[in-house]
């Protein structure tokens, strides 16, 4: 089945500096990627998402860039502020069938000030 | 907007006891999961449900159990807690097997 490996486990980054997180993946047959933000305490916050038809996704200062080549995902936090301290987790499927998302194993990032 | 909530926020077991954690959603979402996460892990699928009534195993199922009544709801059941068992139960929502996930704020359970 799908394994999906994600790096770093933790990252820490100045307030304004950009941080970077990485999945890759094993099925070929992948075709849906998202990104989930953790607070403490809390559920998971869809960031954004992707099917295998774009390779770059940018909003709200996130870009997500798709390497299928590669079997590559990465989230980048352009100039990071402490609000987006938390634990991000990239999410794969496949096929474009979100049923049974494959989770990585999530980045605690911390940003200071 | 919509909202999807989980009962209880913490729950503290003994072992070999059985516990039911529940979730409810107004969204209309068609498919409901649980998810189990770990520290370290990552989130791991227990059971899914594409409709009312339907229930589908997920990679992590056995001592579990699910009942989807109603649409809007979703219960798990832990069916024997195991000792010094910690672990936080997510359950999310979707339209359907296509779109994106709306999780709850979790359960975090304790075994004792």
């Known amino acids: 089945g799908e394994q999906v490996e994600q790096r770093p486990p933790h990252l820490s980054v100045r307030e304004g500096d950009s941080a970077i997180i990485i999945c890759t993946y094993t099925?070929?047959?992948?075709?849906?990627f998202s990104w989930y933000k953790q607070e403490a305490g809390a559920g998971l916050q869809l960031l954004m998402s992707?099917?295998?038809?774009?390779d770059r996704k940018e909003e709200q200062g996130l870009t997500v860039l798709l390497n299928k080549k590669d079997k590559r995902l990465s989230l980048n936090l352009t100039a990071a502020h402490p609000g987006d301290s938390a634990v991000y987790f990239c999410?794969?499927?496949?096929?474009?069938?979100?049923?049974?998302?494959?989770f990585g194993t999530g980045t605690s990032l911390l940003v200071d000030p | 907007g919509g909202i999807i909530t989980q009962t209880p926020k913490f729950l503290i077991g003994q072992e070999g006891q059985k516990l039911t954690l529940k979730c409810q959603q107004n969204?209309?979402?068609?498919?409901m999961y649980w998810y189990r996460q770990d520290s370290g892990k990552g989130l791991r699928l227990i059971y899914y449900?594409?409709?009312?009534?339907?229930?589908q195993k997920g990679d992590l199922s056995e001592g579990y159990d699910a009942s989807r009544e109603k649409k809007s709801s979703f219960s798990l059941t832990v069916t024997s807690a195991q000792k010094n068992e910690m672990a936080v139960f997510l359950c999310?929502?979707?339209?359907?097997?296509?779109?994106?996930?709306?999780f709850g704020s979790g359960t975090r359970l304790l075994v004792i």
């Open positions: 992707v099917l295998s038809n774009v």
């Open positions: 449900s594409i409709t009312e009534n339907d229930l």
């Open positions: 099925d070929s047959a992948t075709a849906y």
């Open positions: 999410a794969v499927s496949v096929g474009n069938m979100g049923y049974k998302l494959t």
């Open positions: 969204f209309n979402h068609d498919t």
């Open positions: 999310a929502s979707s339209m359907d097997g296509n779109s994106d996930y709306t």
